[in-house]
């Protein structure tokens, strides 16, 4: 993605004043990639002006750098609009700024991405291996090599990357010690099919994200002594507070969700009756804004 001057100066303004109105940014995409990666969630709204709130700030150098930018802090954007936006810069001056293009996007690799709370262990091709929390940091283990999880692990499938690379923030939600956070693709589906281990689903709370779970997850179980959806106790509060309505209506496809787990049925009917949806990468930051 090509990011103008005047979207790099809202960019670096959300940084230090933590707020923005959402229609500053003259590239929209921008605004939809920073809310699927957690950088932003919805603030408060007038009828003439919707603000996002800065949700984690690393994110945002995330978002920069998968779209080949070599830009890791306030600073930097200040150089960099400088140096390419206000002079005529030359080509080698260009590309210090600028990851190679060629690079392999970790995404598409084959593989577990996980994290934890608390350091874990696990087995990786039989020898023991500890599993360190560290904020910014995940684990990938290439499918090649056979993971194994010890009988009272929890697994928490999550559905975006950030939960893994800052796990400790959602430290609140979990009173198990012993859980590793594993990124929901089509390898950890097949992993997690033959354990026993409980399971538990920390996704986004939308139709969509419910959908994963009923239609992907559940299936895979059939040899999990137990698993489960996380669910805050306050979602009715916090998808009627702080919901985001153009979400639930890009999801009109998933309406049709069936399922004969109370609460899991309950929070669908939450989702339709206030027409909003809440992103799981955002929830802490909710839950913290709720409290006080």
Do not use: C
């Amino acid at each position: 993605m090509k990011i103008n001057k005047q979207d790099f100066l809202n960019i670096k303004l959300l940084l230090e004043k933590h707020s923005i109105t959402e229609g500053k940014f003259l590239n929209k995409e921008i605004v939809v990639e920073l809310k699927n990666n957690g950088s932003i969630v919805g603030g408060k709204k007038t009828p003439k002006v919707r603000y996002i709130d800065l949700a984690i700030k690393e994110n945002i150098f995330l978002f920069l750098k998968n779209n080949n930018y070599n830009i890791e802090s306030i600073d930097d954007i200040d150089r960099y609009i400088k140096e390419i936006f206000d002079t005529k810069a030359p080509r080698a001056k260009v590309q210090k700024w600028h990851n190679n293009s060629k690079t392999i996007d970790s995404k598409s690799l084959k593989g577990l991405y996980v994290s934890s709370l608390k350091t874990i262990d696990i087995k990786l091709n039989g020898e023991p291996l500890s599993i360190v929390p560290n904020n910014g940091v995940g684990y990938f283990l290439f499918y090649t090599q056979k993971v194994e999880l010890f009988e009272d692990t929890v697994i928490v499938g999550v559905e975006n990357y950030q939960v893994v690379w800052f796990a400790k923030k959602y430290r609140y939600f979990f009173n198990q010690d012993k859980i590793i956070f594993v990124v929901i693709n089509p390898y950890m589906l097949e992993w997690i099919s033959g354990l026993t281990n409980e399971y538990i689903h920390f996704g986004d709370y939308d139709l969509a994200g419910i959908g994963i779970y009923l239609n992907k997850i559940v299936p895979r179980l059939s040899s999990s002594k137990k698993h489960s959806m996380f669910i805050p106790d306050n979602i009715k509060e916090l998808i009627e507070k702080y919901g985001d309505h153009t979400l639930y209506e890009k999801q009109k496809q998933y309406k049709e969700l069936n399922t004969n787990n109370i609460k899991i049925d309950n929070l669908i009917k939450i989702i339709k009756t206030f027409k909003k949806s809440i992103e799981q990468e955002g929830l802490y930051l909710l839950q913290k804004n709720d409290k006080e």
